[in-house]
């Protein structure tokens, strides 16, 4: 549409004049706002750009497998795949308090990205994938959305000592419209209408202290989730859907054994722009199947719960 190629030059041309011939280096989640915004970047300036996708240990089910086929082959971007499971599950564990989490992941990010901003000769800029909504509910909650790290994480003192200056190509965008400017650049379909997923990961989807243990028992009740709602036809209906891990073992039955092991939490909802939503009203039957098969094919839960709340009052994620 014609709106947003004209959005598309200008934003190129705006990114030209604030960066120059400066190296930029864009953390990449897997997400549509930060996959969106490498893909304008490179348009801009090309192999100035290095992206870096930092894996956390707390990403979903093929994750980096995804990103890094579609930038490294797809598009041909220069590409860092940074593993730092150890890093930032070592410095998580034992931790349970959400602020702390974001605190914690948005430290060892700036950490990791400047580490990488050396590494590809001097990066002066730190591109993110920041929307308009993020902007605003970073005002009114100070545990506001961070995609990778967000500039609230700055402007509340965290990384002072950041040395790069932050691009934030798509600032003034809605969801809808960060998905219709990725039409616009050619990112497939599978991409654009992927659902968001939080910078931080799978760590504030597991209440409480993370372990590895926990964090793989989620990751495969959350693909097994997924994998439902795809088969059902469900996922475009969605705006977001995502397994919790509850740090609360419950009793169940086996055979003739008696278990005890945790219970896993589903949330889905339907929203426009991620500020308000609601929940989304499956069928019974579609949720029985699902439990069914989360407590058959995961060892470790053996209750599965779904929560009926809309936003207000509750977020979308648990912490
Ligand atoms: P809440 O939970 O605040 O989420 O209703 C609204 C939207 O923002 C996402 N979210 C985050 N994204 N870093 C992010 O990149 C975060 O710390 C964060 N917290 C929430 C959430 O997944 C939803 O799409």
């Known amino acids: ?26 953390g990449l989640s897997g997400g549509v706002d930060s996959s969106v ?18 894996d956390t240990g707390m ?7 995804e990103v890094v086929t579609l930038f490294r082959d797809h598009y041909n971007i220069p590409l860092i795949h940074a593993d730092e499971a150890d890093l930032f599950i070592d410095a ?23 580490k990488h901003a050396k590494s590809v000769g001097g990066a002066k800029f730190l591109a993110q994938g920041t929307l308009y909504p993020d902007v605003i509910e970073s005002v009114s909650f100070s545990g506001g959305p961070s995609v990778t790290i967000k500039s609230h994480h700055n402007v509340g003192g965290l990384p002072e000592r950041m040395d790069m200056k932050l691009v934030e190509p798509l600032r003034e965008l ?6 219709a400017l990725g039409r616009e650049l050619g990112l497939p379909e599978s991409f654009v209408g992927r659902h968001p997923f939080p910078g931080p990961g799978l760590a504030i989807r597991c209440p409480g202290g993370i372990t590895r243990e926990k964090l793989d ?5 959350d693909a097994v989730y997924l994998d439902q709602i795809r088969k059902h036809g469900l996922y475009d209906e969605i705006w977001q859907a995502f397994a919790v891990l509850l740090p609360v073992r419950t009793v169940g039955v086996m055979g003739d054994g008696r278990t005890y092991e945790y219970v896993c939490a589903l949330r889905a909802v339907t929203s426009v722009d991620g ?28 209750r599965v719960v779904y929560d009926y709340t809309s936003k207000p009052p509750g977020t979308i994620e648990w912490e």
């Open 1 to 26: 549409d014609w709106t947003m190629s004209a959005y598309k030059d200008q934003a190129i041309e705006a990114i030209r004049a604030q960066v120059g011939d400066a190296k930029v280096i864009c």
């Open 37 to 54: 915004a490498a893909v304008l970047i490179h348009e801009a300036i090309g192999d100035q750009l290095t992206c870096v996708f930092v």
């Open 59 to 65: 990403m979903r089910m093929g994750e980096a497998e």
């Open 92 to 114: 998580l564990e034992g931790e349970s308090d959400p602020e702390t989490k974001r605190k914690t992941i948005g430290r060892l990010f700036i950490e990791v990205f400047e």
């Open 174 to 179: 809605f969801k809808d419209e960060v998905r």
């Open 217 to 221: 028992i989620l990751r495969k009740a």
């Open 275 to 302: 500020m308000t939503a609601d929940f989304y009203p499956f069928s019974s039957e579609f949720l029985g199947e699902t439990a069914g098969r989360i407590i058959n094919e995961v060892n470790g839960i053996n």
